[in-house]
Every structure is written in structure tokens, then in C-alpha cells.
């Protein structure tokens, strides 16, 4: 039925508008530290029996009919946006509160309402009473107090952070652990450059960086984002020739129901 061809198309367009808001989403973050590309993921709708019941005849001048059934499908859906966790490079600052990992984990922060949120952003930064926090003011936990007597920070690769004082002595200050998760797939994206826990993601596991497959801290270094421009522009230009091929074909469909109506008519 040609309505059933025109639901196939719709559904095709609108599924290739989803593809290309997340792409669009991902070449607009090419730039933000730490953010970690989507994919959307498509299903195939339910199929149709549909019985095309042909004449046959294995005599001459006689016909009959038979109960032949082909399965037709009926479109597509959108059924998930999934983040891609793949290492994005690291990429030298000079900056001493800047810090990235290399390897699995996040840096858990605490937001304003108390509840904890994790993320790769660590473009860190220090608040009026000396904490350490996100360019949105969440603080890292477990965190630590830099007070005005600290001239120089050291943050090694397992998260131990010390410091040298005005007098040239060196104290730890304390220690940075990272968060894991057994399906990062299963976190939920928060804005802000944040993640948080799900019933699909399970509850983090904290831990000492560089250890039990925990990533390294690296300090003055912070992660790019792991868009890859290139195959972002190719799948843009796939999906709009997608779209456009779904559009013609709801068109074509449009043009058969008017030439059908046309016969009737005649």
C-alpha cells in the first residue's frame, strides 16, 4: 500500500534528523574539554505479513488463486544515543591546576544540591576559600585546602598532591582518587561537562589513580575532545543524502497515489 511506503519514508527522515542533530552536537563540542562524541543507534520497525495472493494456472484458460506472503517492513526508529568513551589526546597547558586522564576513570565532584557527579573536564580552577573546583564552581571530592602560604602545586600520577611553601618546604596536602564505573555506557549526561551514575552504569568504584586499572593523573595536561572532525563531516554528508533519498521517495509515493486516483477517475 502506498501508505505504508509513505510511513517508511517519514520514518527514515525523521530517524536521519535525529543522526544529524547528534552529529551537529558533536561537531559543536569539537572544542570542549574532555567531551566524549555520541552515536545514535537505529532499530528496524515490526514487519508486515502481506499476502500478494497471485494468479496461477497450470491449465490452460483456468486460473487460481494461492496464499503467498512476503514480510514488509515498515520503517525505522531511533532507539539509543550512546557516548563513545575513547581516549581523546592530551594536550600540554603549563597550567598546574589543569589535569587530565590517561586511562579509565573520572574525577568525582560534589554539586550544589550534594549529590556527587563525575567528569573528564579537568580544567580546574581554585574558589575564594582555597578548594578546587570546576569552571562551574562544583568541588572536587576527596579535595583539599590550598592556602596563601603555597607557591608551587605537585600532583603525581597516582593522585598524591603536595606542595611547596613560601619557606621551601614540601607538605602533602592529601590525595586525589578517581572514579569507575562497570558500563560507563549506562551514565547520564548532565550538562556542565558532568556524568552521572545510573542503575545501568552501577554504582563508582574509587580508587587510587594508576592502579587496578585506574587511569593516570596527568597535571598540565588537560583532554581533548575525541570528535574527530573528519568522520563527523562524512557522516553528515551520509545522513543528509539519507534524508534527501527518504523526502524523494515520499514524493515519488505521492505522485503513484495521484496517478491511481487519476484511473479511478477514468
Do not use: C, W
Not at 137 to 162: C, Q, R
Not at 213 to 224: A, P, R
Not at 226 to 237: F, G, P, R
Amino acid at each position: 500500500m502506498p501508505t505504508r511506503a509513505l510511513r517508511t519514508a517519514a520514518s527514515g527522515m525523521y530517524a536521519q534528523q535525529i543522526n544529524i542533530e547528534v552529529i551537529s552536537n558533536n561537531i559543536a563540542n569539537i572544542n570542549t574539554t574532555g567531551f566524549k562524541k555520541n552515536r545514535a543507534d537505529f532499530q528496524d520497525l515490526m514487519y508486515q505479513e502481506v499476502n500478494i495472493n497471485p494468479l496461477t494456472s497450470s491449465t490452460p484458460g483456468i486460473y487460481e488463486t494461492t496464499n503467498n506472503k512476503v514480510q514488509v517492513g515498515n520503517g525505522v526508529k531511533p532507539a539509543s544515543t550512546q557516548k563513545i568513551f575513547k581516549q581523546g589526546d592530551l594536550v600540554a597547558t603549563n597550567n598546574q591546576m589543569d589535569l587530565a586522564i590517561y586511562g579509565d576513570g573520572f574525577f568525582q565532584v560534589r554539586k550544589s544540591d550534594g549529590a556527587f557527579a563525575y567528569t573528564r573536564d579537568g580544567s580546574f580552577k581554585l574558589n575564594a576559600d582555597g578548594r578546587i573546583v570546576t569552571s562551574s564552581g562544583y568541588e572536587l571530592d576527596p579535595g583539599f585546602t590550598i592556602n596563601n602560604d603555597v607557591v608551587n602545586l605537585m600532583i603525581a600520577k597516582d593522585g598524591t598532591v603536595e606542595a611547596e611553601l613560601v619557606d621551601g618546604s614540601r607538605v602533602t596536602l592529601g590525595s586525589i582518587e578517581i572514579a569507575r564505573f562497570m558500563n560507563n555506557g549506562g551514565l547520564v549526561a548532565l550538562g556542565d561537562n558532568l556524568y552521572g551514575e545510573t542503575p545501568a552504569s552501577g554504582q563508582p568504584i574509587l580508587g587510587t589513580p594508576g592502579e587496578d586499572g585506574f587511569g593516570e593523573i596527568h597535571q598540565g595536561y588537560l583532554e581533548t575532545s575525541n570528535v574527530d572532525i573528519v568522520e563527523e563531516m562524512i557522516a553528515m554528508i551520509a545522513a543528509q543524502r539519507a534524508y534527501e533519498i527518504n523526502s524523494k521517495t515520499v514524493k515519488t509515493v505521492e505522485d503513484m497515489m495521484t496517478m491511481a486516483n487519476n484511473l479511478k477517475r477514468g
